[in-house]
């Protein structure tokens, strides 16, 4: 079985101390994105799937400690994350730990040691999240990974917008059953006013993605109900 490419978010204003973990990082096949203030990794982390963040505390703009908060407050799933820091007492480790850091790596720091770190808490983290919706068979077989939000059809990855991908994840919830219009507008937007043909337009989306490349369509309108799978 292959084994997916870890994927860490390195959250470090010092540039030398990133272009460490990034040379030793990368040897062992990790792939890296960065942001140096917390504001930028607070958009990173909630715009991208990453396996584990290093994160750390003295950053520009927004502290690790906040990042970490917002995250665990905001993020979809839970996301490991490393406390990368010099302050080493153990007040420091408990407020870490009290904002939602799964670990605590004082510097300096052996960088096997970080990278063993950051594959121990991934390989927990995925072991007791990961989860999937799995409808159909053959051509009509539907894959959805709620942790990394890959979509797979037949073997075959569909690339989705997140309103599309969060529809097609509520059909496939309520599979057998259908979703009326007044369902789907209430769990996308709630209360919020949307334009008449928003629904539509991110069908249109959803059904060119994933139905379009097979032979026989899986999205359905069913007609004086609403919107349903055909599986």
Same mark, same amino acid.
């Given at each position: 079985?292959?084994?997916?490419? =870890? ?17 030793? @990082? ?7 994105? @960065? ?9 990173? %982390? $909630?715009?991208?799937? @990453? ?12 502290? !690790?400690? %906040? &990042?970490?908060?917002? $995250? ?15 302050? #080493?007492?153990? #007040? #420091?480790?408990?407020? !870490?730990?009290?904002? !939602? ?7 300096? @720091? ?10 121990? $808490? ?20 539907? &894959?959805?990974?709620? /942790?990394?939000?890959? &979509? ?7 690339? $989705? ?19 009326? +219009? ?9 209360? %919020?006013?949307?334009? /008449?043909?928003?629904? +539509? ?8 993605? =994933?139905?379009?490349?097979?032979? &026989? ?8 109900? !609403?919107?349903?799978?055909? =599986?």
């Amino acid at each position: 079985m292959q084994v997916k490419p =870890l994927k860490v978010l390195i959250v470090e204003d010092n540039l030398a101390i990133s272009r460490n973990i990034a040379n030793f @990082f990368e040897k062992h096949q990790v792939i890296l994105d @960065f942001a140096y203030d917390g504001e930028q990794a607070s958009e990173l %982390a $909630l715009s991208h799937y @990453f396996d584990c963040i290093v994160l750390d505390i003295a950053l520009p703009k927004l502290d !690790g400690l %906040a &990042v970490c908060q917002l $995250l665990r407050a905001k993020a979809e799933r839970h996301i490991p994350i490393i406390m990368l820091t010099a302050r #080493d007492t153990l #007040d #420091d480790k408990l407020t !870490g730990f009290a904002q !939602g850091a799964d670990d605590y790596l004082t510097k300096p @720091f052996a960088l096997e040691e970080l990278l063993v770190r950051c594959q121990a $808490l991934a390989a927990r983290n995925q072991s007791q999240q990961r989860k999937q919706l799995e409808l159909g068979e053959g051509s009509q077989h539907l &894959v959805l990974d709620l /942790s990394t939000k890959q &979509v797979m059809r037949n073997q075959q990855e569909i690339h $989705l917008q997140p309103i599309p991908y969060t529809i097609l994840q509520l059909l496939m919830e309520a599979h057998p059953r259908a979703l009326t +219009r007044s369902e789907l507008c209430q769990k996308l937007w709630g209360d %919020a006013p949307t334009e /008449s043909d928003a629904l +539509r337009s991110h069908f249109y989306q959803l059904r060119k993605a =994933l139905d379009k490349p097979f032979d &026989v369509p899986i999205v359905k309108t069913i007609h004086g109900v !609403g919107f349903g799978l055909a =599986l």
